[in-house]
């Protein structure tokens, strides 16, 4: 079975501020990745995915992650944050063939204007 | 946008009772999922479910559990006899093709809490 593991639990940023959220995953196979977002009050959106080809992937609202299989990681940037970007991001991931979402136990983010 | 609607957005009850929480799931979606956040934790998978039946659960998904579609838009989960350790938060999604091709949306979720 696969896992996810997020490295921080809680992040504070000043707006303008770059941003990188670890995520670390295991499984011994392929994989596709996702990060989504749960803004405040609102529902888990996709915010980017990997499944093959070019390992840096852009995903909405200036936001992109990094596959980098040697590490088994998949770490979500941004070069620069805004008030609007707080929310609690988590990590997922499923095995390829299979529909489950593993998903890391997110990372609150809270950006101060 | 089409979006995963779900009801209750909070209901609170007794240990032992029934609870059941709907989904209306996205109208050309195919497949659909319950999964749960128990404060604190990590987002948990419970079921997936397509063509009318159950295609994966998982551990959590005992027999205190059960899923339904009884029409063409609703998906409900039913928990028969609620302890005080399903407190959680409870997302339904759905998607149009399994999600290792296709994106899950996600509703609101469901607060449940159990006294």
């Known amino acids: 079975a696969q896992s996810v593991s997020q490295h921080n639990h809680h992040v504070i940023l000043s707006e303008a501020a770059s941003l990188e959220l670890g995520c670390n995953y295991s499984?011994?196979?392929?994989?596709?990745l996702f990060w989504y977002v749960q803004y405040p009050g609102q529902h888990l959106q996709l915010l980017l995915k990997?499944?093959?080809?070019?390992?840096l992937v852009k995903g909405i609202k200036g936001f992109e992650a990094e596959f980098i299989k040697s590490k088994f990681s998949f770490n979500l940037r941004k070069p620069s944050v805004q008030w609007s970007d707080t929310a609690e991001y988590f990590c997922a991931v499923n095995a390829r063939g299979y529909s489950t979402l593993t998903f890391g136990k997110g990372t609150m983010l809270l950006v101060s204007p | 946008e089409p979006e995963v609607t779900q009801t209750p957005s909070h209901q609170v009850t007794q240990m032992g009772q029934e609870v059941i929480l709907r989904c209306v799931p996205i109208?050309?979606?195919?497949?659909f999922y319950w999964y749960r956040q128990i404060l604190g934790q990590k987002v948990e998978f419970l079921v997936s479910f397509y063509n009318n039946e159950i295609s994966e659960k998982s551990e959590i998904f005992d027999d205190q559990f059960s899923v339904e579609r009884p029409d063409g838009s609703n998906f409900t989960l039913k928990i028969r006899s609620t302890k005080l350790e399903d407190s959680a938060m409870y997302f339904c999604a759905s998607s149009a093709s399994m999600a290792n091709t296709g994106e899950l949306f996600f509703g609101e979720g469901s607060r449940l809490t159990v006294l």
């Open positions: 499984y011994g196979g392929t994989v596709n």
């Open positions: 109208s050309n979606h195919l497949y």
């Open positions: 990997y499944f093959s080809g070019d390992p």
